[in-house]
């Protein structure tokens, strides 16, 4: 027997749908779509969202009552149960302002700032969850003193005297992390190295980021014991994913030292360059580490909850291990962002009410979510017909879970068999389904 759930423009909500109907020898032939549960692939760490400073002043703003509906949603083990999720070293777009950790360089390195209001909520969300976040650590910027144009803004780079320093930061910040009672799953080397931005960045080219990892911050991690703390290049967009990645996992000295590969979603889809860098690199992972919708908050949108869903299947269809959303939570203009970087979020709170409201994206997002639990196998699923996106895993309960989505303007009409035969299933236009088997 197979039992299903989908979401859709007309009904957000996650609901359950009818079993299907049995085929027999006489209906009318549908496409069919097929699992093999031999063939295996990836095991699945999990998904989250960014523990940015706007998530947390906006979760902040909250009353009591919408803050638990809020953990619940995002970090309850019946609902997102979210276990693997991003926070900043030093400011982002997404911040206040810029700060850093060591403001200048006479100054102590400390995380008084990340007390005010990120720590309560990461604290917040770990109690929902029931056990340590792990948690992927990313910088926009060094200092200011430590880079080429004086700035934590406008790009620049590092200056070459601050190598090692630097790379201590990193040190400290999962150090301090540690001492705080969370649990850090791992870092990138840089936020978008590739791109001046108005906000925090800082540029590496791929010579310069393959060699800080092998000279300087790999060294760091490994002499202060922190060997197991998995190392990320590139942290960019998939449209030069590979070319970054044959620079540095295809040096021999430099590649021990990297766990695999981060990427976003922005600039083009480019899925193909997620599967050539596993097929470059089988022995390294693939995490999708930053997407959101532009452009300012886009309330009520299922074409955001579209997106996601493209991405989060095509994605994991290529290797990929994790997959980890931006802001938790942004305000209904799109922020707070330090240089009005507006973007979307699926929460929106109402910071003046005390209220926030889910938007598609988050039911889409825990239709993936609760589906697939960290430790589940992708398993091979092949269709006759090009109109649904789908992947398909076993859970570590043994169930099969298939995942689709028809982004068409028709409904479609497939089918799936199971030891049990064939099973007529129909995906409405703009609907996400989930099967259990």
């Avoid at 085929?23 to 032939?29: F, G, K, T, V």
């Avoid at 014991?225 to 998995?230: E, F, I």
């Avoid at 697939?372 to 570590?396: C, K, N, Q, T, Y």
Wanted: aromatic residues 12%.
């Amino acid at each position: 027997m197979i039992r299903g759930f989908q979401s859709q423009l007309s009904q957000p909500e996650r609901t359950a749908l009818d079993n299907p109907k049995r085929l027999d020898s006489s209906a009318p032939q549908r496409p069919r779509l097929d699992l093999n549960r031999q063939v295996r692939y990836q095991t699945h760490l999990g998904f989250g969202g960014a523990f940015t400073e706007a998530a947390a002043v906006n979760y902040a703003a909250l009353s009591a009552a919408e803050k638990r509906r809020f953990m619940d949603g995002y970090f309850s083990p019946d609902q997102h149960a979210y276990s693997l999720c991003r926070v900043h070293l030093n400011s982002c777009d997404f911040a206040l302002g810029n700060w850093a950790c060591q403001p200048s360089e006479d100054a102590e390195f400390s995380l008084q700032h990340y007390q005010e209001a990120i720590f309560p909520m990461i604290r917040d969300a770990q109690a929902t969850l029931g056990r340590p976040i792990d948690l992927l650590v990313s910088p926009w910027s060094p200092p200011a003193w430590m880079k080429t144009n004086g700035q934590m803004n406008q790009g620049g780079q590092l200056k070459a005297e601050y190598r090692d320093a630097w790379a201590q930061q990193y040190v400290q910040f999962i150090q301090g992390l540690k001492a705080e009672g969370f649990s850090v799953w791992g870092v990138s080397v840089q936020n978008e190295p590739d791109a001046t931005q108005s906000w925090d960045s800082c540029r590496y080219n791929a010579v310069e980021e393959r060699d800080f990892i092998r000279d300087h911050l790999g060294p760091a991690l490994h002499q202060a014991d922190l060997a197991d703390v998995r190392l990320l290049c590139w942290d960019h967009n998939r449209d030069d994913l590979y070319h970054r990645a044959a620079t540095i996992l295809g040096d021999a000295d430099t590649a021990p030292y990297v766990w695999g590969c981060g990427f976003h979603w922005y600039m083009s889809d480019s899925f193909d360059n997620v599967q050539a860098v596993h097929d470059a690199f089988p022995d390294k992972g693939l995490i999708f580490t930053e997407g959101c919708q532009e452009g300012g908050p886009h309330p009520d949108s299922w074409a955001v909850a579209e997106r996601y869903a493209r991405s989060v299947i095509n994605d994991l269809r290529r290797w990929t291990q994790g997959w980890i959303d931006w802001n938790l939570a942004l305000d209904l203009q799109g922020g707070p962002n330090h240089v009005g970087n507006f973007c979307s979020a699926p929460a929106l709170v109402d910071t003046q009410n005390g209220r926030f409201s889910w938007q598609p994206s988050y039911h889409v997002l825990g239709h993936f979510a609760a589906a697939v639990p960290p430790g589940s196998v992708r398993i091979l699923s092949a269709a006759g017909l090009d109109e649904l996106d789908h992947v398909a895993f076993e859970r570590p309960d043994g169930q099969l879970v298939l995942l689709v989505l028809n982004d068409s303007d028709h409904a479609v009409d497939w089918r799936l068999g199971d030891a049990d035969g064939d099973w007529a299933i129909t995906t409405p236009a703009h609907a996400v389904q989930s099967w259990l088997l």
